[in-house]
């Protein structure tokens, strides 16, 4: 890896990786031979870009956190919030560089996506897209299939978060990364795929690998819970309510009486699980 990769790429750990983030450089040239001109990141070929990707660990490092403090403004999914945040202070470690950040979720006005997830994993090297094509005379017909990535590492039990561009920075020598392909049978990526598509709510597409590390019970429930009732489920709303602003007595806030909820509910989602943050790894 270049000198100046491995320098920003460290920085960028040090910033994200104590809080369950894992990142992956690439250059954007790789992402735009892949994809018609309509999805193309506009910028020169040879510009760095990471690709941000969330490990289980980061709900209990990140996500209880940030919803302990103050900054959650309630009109938004906590995640994406926690999320933004922490990806802001990318941008605050690194003031000297022009920076552009693109959230997974992100649309352009005529909703199509800006970028797409699954294939800046691909081609970063974090982890393996398996599509339809990828499965030799397949079973399916007429059916559409979509397909899902899966970590070396973790499976299915990660999400990609986004992508950090440099523009200005260059690195045409960079040497690209295969994504590891850890389900390389037909029959394991027909029930991988067929998993995804028709079962996903029972989460076991995801342990199309034996992961080192799954989902909590309760990051699981809350996943699984539609984005309107998540705060409520964690105590911070009645399912009903839709506030128009943070209340000064939410649980994270304050420790007085607890608002609409249920106390001994939010008391346990709020209260990390983990020691502190070991120093970030390779």
Not at 25 to 33: D, G, I, S
Not at 85 to 111: C, F, K, T, W
Request: overall charge neutral; charged content about 20%.
């Amino acid at each position: 890896m270049e000198p100046k990769v491995a320098e920003l790429k460290q920085k960028i750990e040090d910033t994200l990786c104590p809080f369950g983030f894992e990142v992956y450089p690439f250059q954007v040239a790789w992402y735009n031979e892949l994809l018609p001109p309509a999805f193309h990141l506009l910028l020169p070929g040879p510009t760095l870009a990471f690709l941000v990707l969330s490990t289980p660990a980061m709900f209990d490092r990140a996500l209880k956190p940030f919803l302990q403090s103050c900054h959650l403004q309630m009109l938004t999914d906590p995640v994406d919030q926690c999320v933004a945040y922490h990806l802001g202070r990318v941008r605050e470690s690194l003031p000297e560089l022009q920076i552009e950040i693109i959230a997974d979720y992100e649309v352009h006005p005529n909703r199509r996506p800006k970028i797409l997830a699954q294939t800046a994993a691909h081609v970063a090297g974090a982890a393996y897209y398996y599509q339809r094509q990828d499965v030799e005379a397949d079973p399916w017909g007429n059916q559409r299939i979509s397909g899902v990535c899966i970590h070396p590492r973790f499976g299915g039990w990660f999400a990609i978060r986004g992508v950090v561009l440099l523009p200005g920075i260059e690195v045409p020598d960079l040497p690209p990364r295969k994504p590891h392909d850890c389900v390389p049978t037909r029959a394991d990526r027909i029930a991988l795929l067929e998993g995804f598509n028709f079962h996903w709510r029972d989460w076991t597409y995801r342990d199309a690998v034996t992961p080192q590390e799954r989902y909590s019970e309760e990051q699981k429930a809350y996943f699984s819970t539609p984005p309107a009732q998540r705060l409520a489920l964690l105590g911070l709303a009645e399912p009903s309510e839709k506030p128009s602003s943070p209340s000064l007595d939410l649980p994270f806030t304050t420790p007085g009486p607890r608002k609409p909820g249920n106390p001994s509910r939010a008391r346990s989602w709020l209260s990390p699980r983990v020691s502190p943050p070991a120093s970030p790894g390779p």
